[in-house]
């Protein structure tokens, strides 16, 4: 019973073009979390929805594009890909309210372009 | 603002061996502290975290970790390392606001030597 799940795992692709990453949790939780890890391992908050409204919306270049249709879906639009995307994003959920909740990940997608 | 450092980028301990990972925060407010571990190839698994109910937390796999305000420390340790625990650590910071604002350390990657 995955709880929260991604797709695809890999996605291999070409420079300029256009791709989604999909994510579900099913965790009833109303916050979740789109995280980019670069080759050092660093992980950097992208955006953070919750209940479907933009919360957080960190310094990332608008050919991102975040979508959530539900409260149990956060998908990641990418639009024009460059080299400098290539990286593991993860999504991620938690309740809202209190600081005390942790977060819960995804198995990641890693994304390569050519 | 608030952030974490995690002193040393990587560690190597022998099996059976102490493991102790540092992290160090900056909160101007009292902060909820969390350990997450990744292992190869998948998403970040919660192993511990601290939310002002007691300094000392355990954590899965026998790991534990101590809050300290002095010295503004949340290091993980381990009695015994195993085989098993080669993996990437973070150490996590959040504040208790509205935007669930969760702030992750750089990592420090955990060899253990047969």
């Known amino acids: 019973d995955t709880a929260v799940s991604q797709t695809p795992k890999y996605l291999v692709t070409q420079m300029g073009n256009d791709k989604s990453i999909k994510c579900e949790q099913n965790?009833?939780?109303?916050?979740m979390y789109w995280y980019k890890q670069d080759s050092k391992k660093f992980l950097k908050i992208m955006f953070s929805?919750?209940?479907?409204?933009?919360?957080i919306n960190e310094t990332v270049p608008n050919r991102f594009s975040p979508k959530s249709p539900d409260k149990a879906h956060l998908n990641l639009h990418i639009n024009s890909l460059e080299l400098g995307d290539s990286a593991v994003y993860f999504c991620?959920?938690?309740?809202?309210?209190?600081?005390?909740?942790?977060?819960?990940f995804g198995p990641g997608t890693r994304l390569t372009v050519l | 603002a608030q952030s974490v450092t995690q002193l040393g980028s990587h560690v190597s301990v022998s099996e059976g061996a102490l493991v102790l990972l540092r992290c160090n925060y900056s909160?101007?407010?009292?902060?909820?502290l969390f350990w997450y571990v990744q292992y190869p190839n998948q998403g970040l698994q919660l192993l511990l975290k601290?939310?002002?109910?007691?300094?000392l937390v355990k954590g899965i796999n026998g790991f534990e970790a101590e809050f300290k305000k002095s010295e503004t420390s949340f290091h993980l340790t381990k009695p015994s390392a195993h085989m098993s625990d080669a993996a990437e650590y973070f150490c996590?910071?959040?504040?208790?606001?509205?935007?669930?604002?969760?702030?992750f350390g750089a990592g420090t990657r955990l060899t253990v030597k047969p």
């Open positions: 991620a959920s938690s309740q809202a309210g209190g600081g005390y909740n942790e977060q819960f």
């Open positions: 965790l009833g939780h109303d916050t």
């Open positions: 929805y919750n209940n479907k409204e933009l919360i």
């Open positions: 909160s101007s407010v009292p902060p909820y």
């Open positions: 601290y939310t002002s109910a007691a300094t």
């Open positions: 996590a910071v959040r504040l208790n606001r509205g935007n669930n604002d969760m702030r």
